[in-house]
């Protein structure tokens, strides 16, 4: 204990992984129980870093852990990117000079002294910073941020506060910005946020205190030509936020978003388990386009979470819904969002809906005209009243696309947003649709993803029992459809099935390609719609080309002549197709005949052969191939040309 000792070590030249230092030095002395930090030095270019001081040497080992030390601190760092990759960070992150100083004691596990920072020309997370300026106390229980200022260009941070480092780590600060271009600082910003803020002007003024478990503050925000991209990019927007925040809440005082075009304001409350706007309004070029009041038991954060929507739903609370929606032009209103006419038509809506998820009450009518979007002229208008009485909902609807006759629903359902919603399958369901003649080309982009070059659908079906076991009237037909990107590479198809009650009969399906013609009938059986049965029979002959390999999925079924040799393939009796309605997890089971007939290694155990659907799930996807009887080619008749006449 009353040992005296001295040690001196000087490293120079270090190089480990990407880290280089030119010298590293430490210099110490014990003496008396006291230990001199007479120097603990590193020098790395134009980077120095010095620490010197005394510590008591303790005489027990319980105060190993809690340390007397008074020492000095001094740095010049000329190049912040060198210096920080000493600490792993990476040097293209941190670039510019700063200088450190100060003392540093500690005693009983508590912190005194006081740190004056200084930098210039710094970049700290790809960040460009022109001066800093720090100075921090350091207390017994507490470390003071006395000041903080940060400036780049015009650009100005400014804060204090102060951190409790003994019991439970409790903050209080506050802070003020003004920012130019918020896109200028994209890289300290969250990553979810870094794409969606282009640019715009913001000024911020934050108080705010808590410790590790709950935080509150209040803050104001001024925001000018703020452009974002949701994920669509939007004009530019000036906004106006004023609010404060406490455990599980967030209110918005005042909540003002608006271009020269249009102008959002209300009152907001996003809490852990409801979304609540109140007094909102929005207007269109100084015209009143909405009006209301909503209440969501929603949960913002589960969404963000990657939760459903119905999954963020609380059960336990109820919604209320009041808006109005004037008739609004849609070209009008996609111009002031994004600066062009992505959309054209009118729009309006009023609705009123309240009560628990599983058994809402109110009413709701919607009028759409001459809807279409942008490079699509297709044109949609559609008219809908809608009735809640304790969550039975029934609904009235017409639809007409420009060109085809209209389409009308008649719909009666429970419905279940909250805890019982797994029941809504169970529930009775009454369900008319009529639609005499649907001119499949003319169908708008966004419904027909351009699957369609020509064709007639029609249909009159009547839908009653349950969703999950539902009992279907009335028959769907179609009329020379010209079809591209199916799961068969039809060219022409026509087919008529009509609905016998649990099951359907496929009367007829006559499908067409460049190379055969085939014509199929079956039958559907949909008793459970979680386990649907097709089963279809060919005609003519069909045969199965698919290589004998193990394949473990299809991406769709090809068609083709088959081979006229005399090689045999199996006959196929029947294709049956199985699956859910709600999902896609389909397959298809060939039933072969090979009775009779020679394949070489081919045995019994080949008659059956089934395959999984999963379309877009491997890059190189399989195809079931089937042979058909190729279609008959006639060659063109030639007539004679008439001989010129001689006169």
């Not at 005489?59 to 000493?86: C, E, H, Q, V, Y």
């Not at 003002?256 to 609540?276: D, I, M, P, R, W």
């Not at 005399?566 to 298809?588: K, Y």
Request: include cysteine.
């Amino acid at each position: 204990m009353r040992a005296t000792a001295w040690l001196w070590t000087e490293l120079t030249g270090l190089t480990w992984r990407e880290r280089a230092a030119d010298v590293i030095m430490l210099g110490a002395a014990l003496y008396n129980r006291q230990i001199e930090l007479q120097q603990l030095y590193v020098k790395q270019n134009t980077n120095q870093f010095t620490l010197s001081g005394e510590a008591s040497f303790p005489t027990n080992s319980s105060d190993w852990l809690r340390p007397d030390f008074r020492g000095d601190i001094s740095a010049s760092i000329g190049n912040l990117g060198d210096f920080a990759s000493l600490f792993g960070a990476d040097p293209g992150d941190f670039a510019g000079e700063i200088a450190i100083d100060g003392t540093m004691n500690a005693r009983d596990r508590k912190i005194g002294g006081h740190l004056a920072v200084s930098g210039a020309a710094l970049k700290i997370f790809k960040t460009s910073i022109d001066t800093l300026s720090a100075k921090l106390n350091l207390k017994a229980t507490e470390i003071e941020v006395e000041r903080v200022e940060l400036k780049r260009q015009s650009d100005f941070a400014h804060a204090q506060g102060t951190v409790d480092t003994v019991t439970d780590h409790h903050y209080a600060g506050t802070l003020s910005a003004a920012l130019a271009n918020i896109a200028d600082y994209a890289q300290a910003l969250p990553a979810s946020c870094r794409d969606a803020l282009r640019e715009g002007a913001i000024t911020l003024d934050w108080s705010g205190n808590g410790n590790a478990n709950s935080h509150s503050g209040a803050f104001h925000i001024n925001g000018r030509g703020i452009r974002v991209t949701l994920p669509n990019e939007l004009a530019p927007f000036d906004a106006q936020l004023d609010g404060a925040y406490s455990p599980g809440n967030l209110f918005f005082r005042q909540l003002h978003l608006a271009n020269e075009h249009a102008s959002l304001t209300g009152f907001a409350t996003v809490a852990f388990k409801y979304l609540q706007l109140q007094a909102l309004a929005f207007d269109l070029n100084g015209k009143p386009t909405l009006r209301g009041n909503f209440f969501l038991p929603l949960s913002l954060s589960k969404i963000f979470q990657g939760s459903s929507l119905l999954d963020a739903l609380d059960a336990e609370q109820k919604l209320d819904l009041d808006l109005a929606v004037e008739p609004t032009d849609l070209a009008e209103l996609s111009a002031a969002f994004t600066g062009n006419a992505a959309m054209s038509g009118t729009f309006g809506a009023r609705l009123s809906i309240f009560g628990g998820l599983d058994a809402l009450q109110g009413w709701s009518e919607m009028h759409l005209r001459d809807f279409a979007v942008a490079n699509d002229p297709a044109r949609l208008s559609s008219d809908a009243q809608t009735r809640f009485v304790s969550g039975m909902m029934t609904t009235k609807a017409g639809f007409l696309f420009h060109g085809s006759d209209p389409i009308s629903l008649d719909l009666s359902s429970q419905i279940y947003l909250g805890q019982e919603r797994s029941w809504a399958a169970l529930e009775p369901i009454s369900a008319n649709i009529d639609f005499p003649a649907i001119f499949l080309v003319q169908l708008p982009r966004y419904l027909s993803h351009d699957l369609f070059r020509d064709g007639i659908l029609s249909g009159k079906m009547s839908i009653s029992e349950t969703l999950r076991h539902p009992k279907i009237s009335g028959d769907l037909q179609l009329i020379n459809g010209k079809l591209i990107g199916m799961l068969l590479p039809a060219i022409v198809a026509s087919g008529r099935l009509a609905f016998n009650g649990k099951t359907a009969s496929l009367d007829f399906a006559n499908i067409n390609t460049r190379d055969v013609d085939l014509s199929v009938r079956g039958e559907v059986d949909f008793s459970d719609l979680e386990a649907v049965a097709i089963k279809v029979s060919g005609i003519q002959s069909i045969v199965d080309l698919t290589p004998r390999a193990e394949i473990d999925c299809i991406a769709g079924i090809n068609l083709m002549s088959a081979p006229q040799t005399e090689v045999a393939f199996p006959m196929i009796d029947r294709l049956d197709f199985r699956g859910s309605a709600f999902r896609s997890d389909w397959t298809v089971t060939l039933c072969e005949n090979i009775n009779g007939r020679s394949f070489g290694a081919l045995d019994k155990s080949d008659a059956t052969r089934t395959f999984q659907f999963c379309r877009g799930a491997q890059p190189d996807e399989e195809m079931l191939v089937l042979g058909c009887e190729p279609r008959p080619h006639f060659s063109p008749i030639v007539r004679p040309q008439k001989r010129a006449k001689h006169r």
